[in-house]
């Protein structure tokens, strides 16, 4: 498997324990300490956000939420105060589709 794969399956690890932090914090209205989820599996930098701006990572399956600093050579789609969004594309992105936890499991 090359680099950019194992990378974006680390990526989708972070993205599912946000998920769990988005569920376990959907009575709380405010901003919410996400996690990076860059491509350093050590990293655990907090990112918050509100749920408005976390529903505007999730809206699309191949982008992800990194502190700012944390894109290295990806594709930085936006920049805002304090994290960029991310896309994948080629192979990283099938994997990110693929490993969405919001994906319809008959899709």
């Given at each position: ?22 569920r376990a914090a959907a009575s709380h209205d405010g901003v919410v300490p ?48 304090g994290y960029a969004l991310v896309e994948k594309d080629a192979a990283a ?15």
């Amino acid at each position: 498997m090359e680099q950019t794969e194992r990378d974006a399956r680390t990526q989708a690890i972070f993205r599912a324990g946000n998920e769990a932090l988005r569920r376990a914090a959907a009575s709380h209205d405010g901003v919410v300490p996400f996690l990076c989820e860059c491509r350093d599996e050590g990293c655990f930098t907090r990112i918050p956000l509100t749920s408005a701006e976390y529903e505007e990572v999730r809206a699309h399956p191949r982008r992800f939420v990194v502190a700012r600093g944390h894109e290295g050579d990806e594709r930085a789609i936006a920049l805002n105060d304090g994290y960029a969004l991310v896309e994948k594309d080629a192979a990283a992105g099938e994997i990110a589709v693929e490993t969405d936890p919001r994906r319809p499991h008959d899709a």
